[in-house]
Structures are given as C-alpha cells and as structure tokens.
C-alpha cells in the first residue's frame, strides 16, 4: 500500500513538503486508515508497559506517536481549504467523524490516562526541566477536559458528542461556502457607475473565471468591500450587501441556521459533563482571560466608547450625504460608500490614487525585509519545491544558524478556496529526536489582477498574517506538542497583530510602497495623511467587531442554547446591546466560521482584542525606545515567538514588555480614549 499511495511511503520531495504533484483526494481515506490504526498500536503499547509511568516512557512516548497520522492530517486539512473541491469536500465529509472518534478514543483511553494522572500527582518529585513539566500539566489538563477523568458513560458521551461536533463543524464551513460560490451579480456598462479602475479589472478578471463576459461582483472579501465602498449604484450596494449577509440562512440543505442550536446544546452538555455551568465557563478556564466575567469586563470598556465614536462617524457622513442630495437614513450597505468620501474630503486621502503604491509583490518583500532587521531572517525562492497549486510560491527562510524552515505564500482568491485569510503549517518545528523545521503557508484570497494591487487595510492583513507565520517558522522548541502556534487562544493573535504596527512605519512605507507604473515612491505628505487617518472609522469596525464577540459570548452562556431561534435570538441581542442601525455585524451567526466551522474560537472571538491590547502596548515598547527595530526588544520579541507553549504567556509577555498589558495603548490606538 505504501508504495501505492504516496501520503504513506517517505517524502523525498525538497525539504520534506508534501508530494503534491501525486497526491490525489482519493488516497486520503486508505491512508488515514492505516495511519489510526498505527497510532492505536502505539498508543496501546505506551497505555500497556509494565514499566511503572515516566515521564520518558508517557508524555515522550505519546509525543512521538502518530506521526505519520500528524503528517496525513495537516496535508489534507490543509488543502481541503485552500485546494478544495467536490472530492476534497467529500472526503472531509467522510473522514471528519472518523478522525474525532479516533481523537476522542485516544484521549479518553483509561490505561493512557491512568499513566499520565499518575505522573501528575507526583510532578513535584520528578525533577522536570520547566518545559518538561509544562507539558505534564498541559497533557493532563487536556485529557481531563476531553473527559478522561469521567465515569464509563459520561465518557462514551463525550466520545459521540465530539464525533457528532465534528460532522456539523464539516457541514457548515461547506454550507457557507456553497453560498460564497452559487452567487453573483453581473454588471452591466452602466452599473460601474463609480468603481475606480483596479475594482473593474478585479470585476472583470472574476467574471473571465466564471467562464462569463464583461463584469461580475462575488461574495470574496476581497471583491465586496471594494465594491461597496465605491459603487455609485445603491440599488447594487443593497443587493450584494443583502447577499453578503444572507450567507448560511438560504432555507434548504445547506441552512445552517438549522445546525447552531445543535452545536451549542452539544458544546453545552459537554461543559456540562466536566462540572462547568456553560461552555463559554470551561471554555475562558484555560485561557489567559479566565472567567466570561473578564471577557464582558475588556467588551464593555470598549462598547460605550466605540458606539459614542461610531455616533459622532455616522454624523459626518450624513453631513456629507446630505450635501449631495441624499436625505434618507444611512443603512449598512451606505457606510463604507460615505466614509470613503469622507475620508478624501478629511484627510485627503484618495484610495484610488493610493492603491498603486501598494503592489502585492513589494508589501510582501515589505515583509520579509522587516522579518529580516527584527530578526535576521533571509527568505530565497525555490521554484523546484513542489505546490499544490500554480499561485502558490515557496521560500526558504534562513537566519545566520542556517536552514529555519519553508514558507508557502497562497495569495489569491479561488472560488473552491475558503475565504478570509489565515495561516497553517504542513510540519511543525520540534528538536525531540532531532531537528525537524516547519513549513509553514499563509492564506489570503486577495482579488488577482496585474499587477496586483492592495488597499492599505489588505496589506495589514498580509502582515497579520505574516505574523502569524513568523511565530511557526521562529518556533525553538523541544516537543511538538508545544510547537509554534500551540498556544492559547487569547495569546495566539498577540505575534500576528504586533507584526501589522511595522507596515505603518514611516520608513516601511518609504522602502516598499512605490507606484506600480513609475517606481516614485509614496509622498511623505501620503504617509502623514495615512497615519493621521489612522483612528478613522474605528468607531465602525469597533463595533461591528465587538458586537460580534459579544453575540459569541451571549451564545455560548445561553442556559438553554438548543432552543435557540437565530434569527429571533440575533435581532434581540442587537437590540439588547443598542447595535446602531447603521452599521451590520461583522459576522452574523449563520456564516460565522470562527464559531461553527470548528470550535477554534468558540466562546474565544474576543482574543482579536484581548490580544490588541498587548500588540498595542507591545508596540509602544519601541516607539518609548525611539526605533521601531531596537534590537534589544527585538530579541525579547524573538524569545517571545520561539517559545511556543513552554512558558505561561503572562510570563512570556512581562519579560518581553517589563510589565503586564495595559488598555491605554489599544484605546489611543483606535481613537476610543476619554
């Protein structure tokens, strides 16, 4: 078998990647087969020694086991969103259940657990580096929260309610993308009334790959926001609005309205079962915020402010609208068309003529090169490594030690390509029995065009995400279990948001943003308008943010989720929080992904902000220094991001900053400050 299917047989491909000029959807399924079944016989070997527990003999045994399992599962789950595809589609379908039995069988196995519980009481006598140790504790906790410490019935409870969540995650990150790819709105000649020259060429490119003439308008990110930011048509601007926010609620197989009340009342019963009154209670325990009462505290201090500001925003574009003529009330689908008016006319800052200076290639060496004065990192492009697909291009990244590790960079939308902008790895960094480097991607679905040009907000997102990155390749740590990334979910987004600051530096923006047709760089008078604009409309995405981690939240404490009705329940909850009428919530319950095409982020979407206020305070560290690039925050930052899950991340935090997080930068930062 192994020498028929190639996710089975060694990789000799450059640096390890995976085979993907061989890989096809169908070896997925036998290849997971086999790897399950190998991982149980390891698992049953470590859970069967009669050797009395250690730590070497437990916790290092279950680290090195299923690696081959690990290495089937990041490939597929990977190309699953970023390939995608009908068999792709179904073979998540088939194999998602499967793969949470198994998950759940191992971590609820009595004999694995008995050795793990018994090294955990006696963790004091056991002489573990920190790191060591901190894994011990983490093991354990993550056992007795999948339900390992439970009775025999409460665990084959727990077993079917993970296998179950993991058909209705599968099922409705697929409905929302059946949505994303079954609309589109064409354009006629004059329905362009008002799109600038680079949204009718992305217009015009998305139609060519629909096999269709002149202009269409879809549901990716990348091609809706620009399009209601510009339109001059507001009949247009209403219908893609209404469809962009109609995602997940079509009546029909892939309603997923139907599925949420299902999904809560699980996750409910699951917090339920290990001792804790709601899932948003067991889920913010293992968090740095702690208690849901924390998380309502940090989205309260920022409510009040933000709706004030996002009143006084709302007034400046009637005042605007009014004078062209418009007199009824401003609804959602008007904001984004208004405040880019205002913003010329405020700040003097014209997207269209800003756009040029912002070419995919220079933001993304932009990058690099600041990946390079932080941290001494050198990024090559190796056109042999083999991707799995032809937008995709591959870097080595080296530092001064040598060989750091690879990274795919996956820029632009594809109609089968999840959307949003993420990042991922094929492999994860670890030392336990040598070296291993990562191979980490990032994700955007930037509309393509030639060149290739961002607003300033895309090249943010291309920095979030490059942060997000570095914190994989930059990963020094001994097991996998701690690698990168594996950390807690309200200090996961801390590397990703720091890392947006350094596009905003004067002399980032000198270097990189340079007009795509004559080279000039952005004026200085362009840079200073540019930051000067920067607390623009922070009232708008405050609350269009928070109310979304507030209805995450209120859903996930709800005492009786399944019985919820979503649209009744939505409608309430706005109304409850006074969500300004103007202004839409940036992700209704039906298409909301981070919530309910995995559990992720769970009763977690606040961590955006949690960790806005230590990537703004953190940044505040080197503009107090006078140097964006200090070099010896530098390296406390490096230490930061090399230590994955070694060390509390309080702790990593204050050794960084000097001192714990304070609310003051985020608020200045956005324009919220009394």
Request: no cysteine; net charge negative; proline share 6%.
């Amino acid at each position: 078998m192994t020498d028929a299917n190639p996710l089975l047989a060694p990789w000799t491909t450059p640096f390890g990647v995976p085979p993907f000029d061989r890989i096809r959807p169908e070896h997925f399924a036998p290849a997971f087969e086999h790897a399950m079944r190998e991982h149980l016989q390891e698992m049953a070997a470590i859970g069967a020694d009669p050797a009395e527990p250690s730590f070497a003999n437990t916790i290092e045994a279950m680290q090195r086991s299923g690696r081959l399992l690990s290495r089937i599962s990041m490939a597929f789950s990977n190309l699953v969103v970023s390939l995608g595809g009908d068999a792709l589609q179904d073979a998540d379908t088939e194999m998602s259940p499967k793969l949470a039995q198994h998950g759940t069988q191992v971590a609820l196995d009595p004999a694995l657990f008995a050795r793990v519980d018994a090294l955990h009481r006696k963790r004091d006598e056991l002489g573990l580096a920190e790191d060591q140790r901190r894994l011990l504790e983490r093991v354990h906790l993550g056992m007795v929260r999948s339900g390992a410490a439970l009775g025999p019935e409460e665990r084959v409870r727990m077993a079917a309610i993970s296998e179950r969540l993991a058909v209705l995650h599968t099922q409705f990150g697929q409905n929302v993308l059946y949505d994303e790819k079954a609309w589109h709105l064409p354009l006629a000649e004059a329905d362009l009334d008002g799109l600038p020259g680079f949204v009718r060429e992305v217009a015009q490119q998305a139609a060519a790959e629909r096999g269709m003439p002149g202009h269409v308008v879809t549901l990716s990110r990348s091609l809706i926001e620009p399009f209601l930011t510009f339109s001059s048509r507001r009949d247009l601007r209403q219908a893609a609005y209404a469809a962009w926010i109609a995602r997940g609620t079509h009546p029909g197989p892939h309603d997923n309205r139907a599925l949420i009340p299902e999904i809560l009342a699980l996750r409910a019963e699951r917090a339920r079962l290990l001792g804790y009154p709601s899932f948003a209670a067991f889920r913010l325990t293992d968090s740095m915020a702690g208690t849901p009462e924390a998380v309502e505290g940090l989205l309260a201090e920022v409510w009040e402010p933000a709706k004030r500001k996002a009143a006084a925003e709302r007034d400046r574009l009637l005042a605007v609208a009014r004078g062209e003529g418009f007199n009824g009330a401003l609804a959602p689908w008007d904001w984004r068309f208004y405040a880019e008016k205002v913003r010329r006319a405020d700040y003097a800052i014209d997207a269209e003529e800003l756009k040029p200076f912002f070419v995919l290639e220079n933001i993304e060496q932009a990058a690099f090169d600041t990946a390079a004065r932080l941290f001494g990192l050198g990024f090559t492009l190796r056109p042999e490594v083999p991707t799995y697909h032809p937008d995709v291009r591959a870097y080595e990244v080296r530092d001064a030690a040598g060989h750091v590790g690879l990274f795919l960079a996956d820029p632009f939308a594809r109609a089968d390509k999840r959307s949003g902008a993420w990042m991922s790895s094929y492999r994860d960094q670890e030392t336990m029995d040598g070296a291993v480097s990562p191979v980490i991607v990032n994700n955007n679905n930037f509309a393509r065009a030639e060149p290739t040009l961002l607003s300033f907000d895309d090249a943010e997102t291309l920095f979030h995400e490059f942060g997000h990155a570095l914190h994989g390749l930059l990963s020094r740590v001994r097991y996998p279990g701690q690698s990168g990334t594996s950390v807690r979910r309200d200090f996961v987004e801390f590397p990703s948001q720091v890392y947006e600051h350094w596009l905003s530096v004067p002399d980032t923006l000198r270097r990189y943003a340079r007009h795509s047709a004559t080279g000039e760089p952005i004026p200085d008078a362009s840079i200073a308008r540019l930051l000067a604009a920067r607390g623009f409309n922070q009232g708008f995405g405050t609350v269009e943010y928070a109310a979304a981690a507030l209805i995450d939240m209120a859903l996930h404490s709800h005492p009786d989720p399944g019985s919820v009705d979503v649209d009744a329940f939505e409608r309430e909850f706005l109304g409850r929080i006074g969500m300004p009428a103007e202004i839409g919530i940036r992700h209704r319950p039906a298409h909301f992904q981070h919530l309910f095409a995995g559990g992720g982020y769970a009763a977690g979407y606040y961590s955006y902000l949690w960790s806005e206020v230590l990537d703004a305070d953190g940044f505040q560290a080197f503009e107090d220094a006078g140097d964006p690039f200090d070099p010896a925050l530098a390296g406390r930052l490096r230490t930061v991001l090399g230590a994955g899950d070694t060390q509390d991340p309080m702790q990593l935090y204050v050794a960084f900053r000097g001192r714990a997080p304070s609310t003051a930068a985020l608020l200045r930062s956005r324009d919220l400050a009394a």
